[in-house]
């Protein structure tokens, strides 16, 4: 896609963060926004500082019908979307053995099942209008190096997002679909996800952190308010860069290259060789 204006953008997540600075670099390219969230004031909010045309849908992503209401709204106001960006994230904060299956029925059905309820609802859309359109799909440094403390839940959430956009990425190119795949994968970013658990649902009950698991995230929590991170509007740059130019992955951090390396060259160094035998 090489030019955005007049163009559709759908971002889900779109009440603050990344999110919202989402729908404003794509308003800023002359895009209408559609900004989906659960979190009905800060969508609200969100949409008053896009200078454009915005449609706010209130949207649990971890719900499918939800994802298909967003759909048909978008569709009905503006007769097609273009970009989708599957972008609403939460996480908790405690060792594997100490997550409740409230705390992964959660973190996934937000973090994963949302994404594959974008993807499931958007793309038979996409490929039925024949137009060029794209799909961002939001993972993070640890959908690359998974192997981090306390974070668990939110890891596997993130690594599930990278395979399912490698996978639609490599089915978009064999059927010759014009239809594009990016998986963004920020790394300290200043965002609210760090206190995402003021969306989450009562039925789930209140996430029961233990002390190492609070010192976690008050640990992510300084990473992400440091001098290194990145405002959501650099991460929201990068994406739109991404979309016109057709670039896979976005990483917008090398903050976690030396173990990311680590980690693939351990893989590497555990694969057989032709004619090699291990003892």
Not at 141 to 152: D, I, Q, T, V
Not at 257 to 265: G, L, T, V
């Amino acid at each position: 896609m090489q030019d955005l204006h007049g163009k559709v953008a759908v971002v889900t997540g779109g009440a603050s963060g990344i999110g919202a600075a989402l729908g404003r670099a794509f308003a800023d390219q002359g895009c209408a926004v559609v900004l989906a969230d659960v979190e009905e004031g800060a969508l609200a909010a969100s949409a008053r500082g896009i200078d454009g045309d915005v449609l706010t849908v209130v949207t649990d992503v971890s719900d499918a019908t939800a994802v298909d209401r967003l759909a048909d709204e978008a569709f009905q106001r503006f007769g097609a979307v273009h970009v989708v960006c599957n972008n609403a994230g939460v996480s908790t904060f405690n060792a594997v053995g100490d997550q409740t299956l409230d705390d992964w029925h959660w973190v996934l059905g937000v973090n994963l099942w949302g994404v594959i309820h974008g993807v499931r609802t958007f793309l038979p859309r996409l490929l039925d209008q024949g137009l060029p359109a794209h799909i961002v799909n939001t993972s993070s440094l640890a959908g690359l190096m998974s192997a981090m403390p306390y974070l668990g839940a939110y890891a596997v959430s993130k690594v599930g997002v990278v395979a399912l956009s490698e996978t639609l990425r490599t089915e978009m190119a064999m059927s010759g679909a014009p239809v594009g795949v990016s998986v963004l994968c920020p790394g300290s970013t200043v965002t609210e996800i760090l206190a995402s658990e003021r969306n989450r649902p009562a039925s789930f009950g209140q996430e029961d952190r233990t002390a190492e698991g609070e010192g976690m995230r008050q640990a992510v929590l300084s990473g992400f308010s440091g001098p290194n991170a990145r405002q959501p509007s650099e991460v929201a740059h990068a994406v739109v860069d991404a979309v016109l130019h057709d670039r896979f992955w976005v990483i917008t951090s090398e903050e976690m290259r030396q173990p990311i390396a680590a980690r693939f060259a351990e893989i590497l160094d555990e694969m057989p060789t032709e004619g090699a035998s291990r003892e």
